[in-house]
């Protein structure tokens, strides 16, 4: 979708490591949220924001931390990476309404080695 | 803990059939239901919702179907077409919260 950009798409990193994925939306959204899909995990929410510097946890927070300091930015952190996150890396906006759903990024693929 | 479960994994349908993808949900306070569908190497796309109120909704060749004693929802797709192959994720969210619990997804392969 045009209105959300990620970056970088694909990154491969060494374990320990910090690493930075950046959300942009055009949208001006009030939520933005970041998930991970993994094989049999289906989506999970690591993190998510109600507007600028108000965030919250999701159901797999634990080693990430996200800051969002413009609408239109949200960043997710891997404060030292490691293996397990491995996975591919969603932002999502919105949404508008309780029936409108998200709109998707492209997703980022991090590999962790 | 699993609060939304899509059983089925995998579903392959003929070409012009229909295809009926399921969901289940353990969270009585879920108000809201939403189907995605997944291209590989894509961000998942909305396709259609439904409102705890409602026991239907339709929109062209999908129709989503709750029942709420049975914490169950449905996605039927009539007819099926080559195109719909892809992957399937049912969403549920409580009243006010703007946050969807996804299920583990089920990928749809229509054959032509």
């Known amino acids: 979708d045009a209105g959300i950009t990620q970056s970088p798409r694909h990154k491969v990193t060494e374990t320990g490591t910090p690493v930075t994925l950046r959300c942009h939306q055009t949208?001006?959204?009030?939520?933005m949220y970041w998930y991970r899909q993994d094989p049999g995990h289906g989506l999970r929410l690591i993190h998510y924001?109600?507007?600028?510097?108000?965030?919250d946890k999701g159901e797999v927070s634990d080693g990430y931390s996200v800051s969002r300091s413009k609408t239109e930015d949200f960043l997710l952190t891997l404060e030292s990476a490691t293996s397990s996150q491995t996975s591919v890396y969603f932002c999502?906006?919105?949404?508008?309404?309780?029936?409108?759903?998200?709109?998707f990024g492209s997703g980022t693929r991090l590999t962790v080695v | 803990d699993q609060q939304v479960k899509q059983n089925s994994p995998s579903l392959s349908v003929q070409e012009g059939r229909i295809s009926i993808l399921n969901c289940d949900y353990t969270?009585?306070?879920?108000?809201?239901f939403l189907w995605y569908k997944k291209y590989p190497a894509e961000g998942p796309t909305f396709l259609i919702s439904?409102?705890?109120?409602?026991d239907k909704n339709e929109d062209g060749r999908f129709t989503v179907f709750l029942n709420k004693s049975a914490k169950h929802l449905s996605l039927h797709i009539v007819p099926s077409q080559p195109g719909d192959s892809a992957v399937y994720f049912c969403?549920?969210?409580?009243?006010?919260?703007?946050?969807?619990?996804f299920g583990t997804g089920t990928r749809l392969k229509v054959l032509a």
């Open positions: 924001s109600y507007g600028v510097k108000d965030t």
């Open positions: 949208e001006n959204h009030r939520y």
């Open positions: 439904i409102s705890s109120i409602k």
């Open positions: 969403a549920a969210s409580e009243s006010g919260t703007y946050k969807y619990i």
């Open positions: 999502a906006t919105g949404p508008q309404s309780s029936l409108g759903g998200y709109t």
């Open positions: 969270n009585s306070m879920f108000d809201y």
